[in-house]
């Protein structure tokens, strides 16, 4: 099987109440690619940085056998930065600036080898470019992708237009609130089934993921916490996880579509552990079986 | 097994988005019990009213096998009334009015017949009189209590003293935060545990609840609602579906307590769907086991 990301790599600079990070590795790409390299590899990513990217960051892209043939690096340009501050409880944050720069010109072309590739992720990108891709590829099993309020608000019938197109759309509980207008999560969610898509997943961070079809629906739980470092790029690297579950073992049924929830979360969990790729640059395949066993043994009851 | 209910008896007056309802019957002790009685009866009450309680509402307890030996009667005294209004997503209220009136002066006497009563639910009331009910009684299997932010700011003291003689302490998230003074729920909930208790539920409304001792903790999913109507006395139909559960089988285990959790989730799912405890009226059993097992299939998967 062969997943391919397209999305954002960026250079941020966040601050949270533990600490501030000035240029660090990030972007929507960066995590989803990061995440899913732990179960299928190499994972293909399209994406564009400048040429001040730095060389640590690109070697370590690549040493995680992340397929960089498809990240254009634009001579003369600067790479994307985002800068963001958390609040004390990291519930909320602030961006403080957004220098598009390399990304304002990105035109996702599809290298020729990728064109075939089975699993696609669609990372928080404009959602037109989000169409181009598509219209590139050939046909893949599944397509999942992610958006923002950002896209919600500005570019709704464009957006519309992806969504329709969509294996899987995941979006967390504020956005799919913003999209179908509902404060209630489950209306929302049976509400954006009727969008398209025939899978919808709904992240709530903290309180765990819900996954719903027109037939059945599934609420996991989080692996718990005591304290989070940086929430940047959580989002990501749940998508990430999810669709490394789903390519590497090729199952689309909802038992395993439920697993998959289970490794987003877990991922997920990883990543707010450290600032930027920092805790899940080397994360051992027994450290994620055992946080999925932790939420199994977490959830799970009989009844008598 | 015996189960006495302490606390509140009221007449409420809510203003939801779905309507309005005027001296309605409410008070914590009445969904409570009102709950609780589906798996244990009869269910001992002790409250206070005054002569202005409507003959119907008293009908409707005994009806409910709800034993009333314990429910003071003030001559001449107007029945403890609580006005509130919900926002347009129900998710905050607002209170209207507070009026006393009998309750100021409520003295919980317990009737003789109920001092040695197995299971002890303290609604929320003063942590005081939650106290004085205490020291009344022989040697009760599990005492669980509810409180409410009011108490935590203005009776911290006085709280700290009860919490240490619950078996089960019962609080939503935004309570478990102040009381902490933690955000995060997973370190509130074992800061919690250090008051004494040995089993911390922490009710997270539409996320479900967390069940905290020092040695396990469990997730429960909620009921899946895709409307509500009146969240008034989610939490007390959710003590009271959870000590029902317990002392129907009078089994402590942990995997009990699950199990416990799950009632009471369920029994706070019915009560939101009406106002006052007109859902709770006349649940059949098989409504609340097919809840039950709805949870059930809704929160498992396998691990492979």
């Not at 390399?102 to 075939?116: G, H, S």
């Not at 509980?173 to 398209?196: F, Y």
């Not at 920092?278 to 009851?301: H, P, W």
């Amino acid at each position: 099987m062969s997943l391919l990301v397209v999305g954002s790599v960026a250079l941020d600079t966040v601050e949270t109440p533990h600490g501030k990070g000035v240029d660090i590795l990030g972007g929507s790409a960066t995590y989803i690619a990061s995440c899913a390299r732990y179960f299928i590899e190499p994972v293909r990513l399209v994406g564009i940085v400048g040429s001040d990217f730095p060389q640590k960051y690109l070697d370590f892209l690549r040493e995680s056998n992340i397929d960089l043939e498809g990240l254009q690096i634009r001579d003369g340009e600067k790479t994307f930065r985002w800068g963001g501050k958390y609040d004390e409880h990291l519930s909320g944050r602030d961006t403080l600036f957004t220098e598009l720069n390399a990304f304002e010109k990105f035109d996702p072309v599809i290298p020729e080898a990728y064109r075939q590739s089975d699993y696609v992720c669609l990372g928080n990108i404009d959602p037109g470019l989000q169409l181009r891709v598509l219209d590139q590829m050939t046909k893949p099993k599944m397509v999942i992708g992610d958006t923002m309020n950002f896209w919600i608000k500005g570019r709704r019938d464009e957006l519309l237009k992806t969504i329709r197109r969509l294996h899987v759309f995941i979006l967390s509980d504020s956005e799919a609130q913003m999209l179908s207008g509902t404060k209630n999560l489950v209306k929302a969610g049976t509400q954006i089934l009727e969008m398209g898509p025939p899978v919808v997943v709904i992240k709530k961070g903290e309180h765990g993921a819900l996954l719903i079809t027109k037939d059945a629906m599934f609420t996991a739980t989080a692996y718990p916490l005591e304290s989070v470092y940086d929430p940047t790029g959580a989002g990501d690297a749940f998508a990430g996880g999810f669709l490394g579950w789903v390519a590497k073992t090729d199952d689309h049924s909802f038992e395993n579509l439920k697993r998959a929830v289970i490794y987003g979360n877990v991922m997920a969990s990883f990543c707010i552990e450290k600032f930027s790729v920092d805790a899940i640059k080397n994360i051992q395949s027994s450290d994620i079986e055992n946080r999925v066993k932790t939420i199994y043994q977490l959830s799970q009851f009989e009844v008598v």
